[in-house]
């Protein structure tokens, strides 16, 4: 038997995350079954799950790629500016790319999120990408002076986390995005550093 | 026949809207079954469906209650302290009173309201209440000379309601409410005047 190389494997990994991203965009995460997970990756469930344990441990792979993604966005430009793009084009490639078109399948997920402890530790664990390049550059604006000193690096972290939370949940509705942008405004000047500040 | 009392008939809409809140909290939007609907109100589906067309039109009262009785808390303290109250005791009888007990059916939701037009003009015209007090509040504090008189108040208005979706959304998924107390300062600081602005 030839030896798979690790290119081939990547390269399989990457086409059942994809295709399972857009299964469970459009099914919602219960609707998404192992049949529909085979039709949109093109793949038959003994490969899907060679790579993947179970369904969950795709989702959670999904949700580590998005706060990967992220990641790379907030160090270059700041979380502002990633729900910035989240909201210029909430369907466009950019905003594709940092997750948006499942942020529904996110939210369907809540509950088990609050019932399931262990599935929220695994999905605290995929998220802590964003806290730490969040934090990172929250850090650096500081050293910077561009950050107001008179608050913890780590409640801003958790104040501009919030609002991206909010965002999300606000875009997955599909809810006016009306104003929005002036309240990012808002939120960028409120963790600045002022003058008399 | 007896005709039957308005007391009679709020008190059993009560019944049914009590009832079936902690249904929906337990079982999720589409756990809540009419059966279990029944169970929860000791009320028959006839009963029910007298009193609400369908099972949506029950979750839509529901959630048009949540909203009043913020809107009232709002009008009093304003939706900062609405955030506090929430994240004080999420579990709390006060809590309970703004619909926090059942936040995560509300995220449920959010595929049906984001696909489907209808139901999402219902939702939104229910949340009115709470945009409409909000606003009343901060142009109050705007009179008062409390707030900053840089920024429209529609804009604040939906600054506070997006951290409000966040928190929602940050309690339902039940992660951990670390600095979130001090987040909230951020957030009443950045609507308020200051010296100088």
Not at 21 to 31: D, T
Not at 48 to 73: G, N, P, Q, T
Not at 120 to 149: H, I, V
């Amino acid at each position: 038997m030839p030896r798979v190389s690790q290119d081939h494997l990547d390269a399989r990994r990457r086409q059942i995350l994809d295709g399972s991203r857009s299964c469970f965009a459009r099914f919602g995460y219960e609707g998404a079954t192992v049949r529909r997970l085979e039709e949109a990756t093109g793949l038959s469930r003994g490969a899907i799950f060679h790579h993947f344990k179970d369904k969950e441990s795709l989702f959670l792979a999904l949700a580590e790629d998005d706060a990967a993604r992220m990641a790379d966005v907030v160090a270059e430009q700041g979380l502002v500016q990633v729900m910035r793009n989240l909201l210029e084009d909430p369907t466009g490639a950019e905003a594709r790319a940092l997750g948006a078109d499942w942020l529904g399948t996110r939210l369907e997920v809540s509950r088990r999120l609050r019932t399931d402890h262990e599935f929220r530790e695994r999905w605290a664990q995929r998220s802590e990408a964003l806290t730490a390049a969040t934090r990172a550059r929250l850090q650096w604006q500081r050293q910077s002076g561009n950050l107001r000193d008179d608050v913890d690096v780590d409640v801003l972290t958790a104040y501009l986390e919030l609002v991206l939370e909010g965002l999300v949940s606000h875009l997955a509705m599909g809810l006016p995005a009306r104003h929005l942008g002036s309240v990012l405004d808002v939120v960028e000047e409120s963790v600045r550093r002022h003058r008399g500040r």
